[in-house]
């Protein structure tokens, strides 16, 4: 086979992935196209991590993590921490490592094969744990539509049963404020991951990778633990600037809480629902739960 010959069966290859690829998005809801210009295609990968726009892993991201850029949510906490946020003016996001014990960030990397981070270091710790997490920090808020029987749940496993329950308003000028994707079975990875995978890897024997994987796994989780909590998650990287203050599991990134962005967020506290009035400014408005 000369070289010409050689070019064209690349190329009728490489334009055969692509019709792939399209199909799996369109069976899976996602109308827009790609073309041979948004993916890098090498002998063992097929990716968009060196393109400028990304819109692969973007089309993808959007149809299993849409963003938000408001909404009006609850945060269900202890009295003393809402005391401690409502007088120093200031929202916490912790760091990840604080749910270790939860599996979380492993339940992603085990169910989609991310081998990489699962391996150990010398002193036994997996990547995942050294290399993501240090740089991963999240508040947890749950939606407003919620059953009797929802907010009783939220009420005794957040807010210890005579605890607080913070609405408030969100904005944001960045992409992970988002809704967690539960898991429905252990094991069964994402739908539409798994079969854009499954097809680039058994009919071309290459890799795909998603961009921004090491971000998204930290949206993920066992739906037969936490699927009841509907939790929607505003994510910041450290790596992406914000002051990190305190050490390892117990450090966190300031949000305060005035007109303006910090890390591409913005919060409002707009109510405080809780049996008695918490130690708080006078400017907060208070509505009273019943006992």
């Not at 607080?164 to 739908?191: C, D, H, S, W």
């Not at 071309?204 to 633990?225: D, K, M």
Request: aromatic share 10%.
């Amino acid at each position: 086979m000369d070289a010409a010959e050689e070019n064209l069966e690349r190329d009728l290859e490489y334009q055969a992935i692509i019709e792939d690829i399209n199909f799996v998005l369109k069976k899976h809801g996602i109308y827009e196209t790609i073309l041979r210009s948004d993916v890098t295609i090498t002998d063992k990968s097929v990716t968009d991590l060196v393109t400028q726009d990304g819109k692969l892993s973007r089309l993808i991201v959007g149809s299993i993590w849409p963003s938000i850029e408001s909404a009006t949510v609850y945060h269900y906490t202890k009295t003393e921490s809402a005391e401690s946020i409502l007088n120093s003016g200031v929202f916490r996001l912790g760091n990840i490592e604080r749910r270790y014990d939860d599996d979380e960030i492993l339940t992603f990397c085990e169910t989609h094969d991310l081998n990489g981070y699962l391996e150990v270091d010398v002193n036994g710790n997996p990547y995942y744990r050294t290399d993501l997490m240090p740089s991963m920090f999240y508040a947890s808020f749950t939606v407003t539509d919620l059953t009797p029987e929802q907010e009783e749940t939220f009420w005794q496993d957040f807010a210890g049963g005579n605890g607080v329950r913070l609405k408030i308003e969100i904005q944001t000028t960045v992409p992970n404020f988002r809704k967690m994707y539960y898991e429905e079975r252990a094991g069964e990875p994402i739908p539409l991951l798994s079969e854009l995978t499954s097809c680039i890897s058994k009919r071309y024997g290459r890799n795909f990778t998603l961009r921004g994987i090491s971000t998204l796994c930290a949206f993920y989780l066992s739906g037969e633990s936490f699927g009841h909590e509907q939790e929607l998650r505003a994510f910041h990287s450290s790596r992406s600037g914000g002051e990190v203050k305190g050490e390892g599991a117990t450090s966190y990134i300031e949000l305060p809480l005035v007109d303006e962005y910090t890390c591409g967020y913005k919060l409002k506290v707009v109510e405080v629902h809780a049996i008695s009035r918490p130690n708080m400014p006078d400017h907060y408005a208070f509505s009273k739960r019943k006992a």
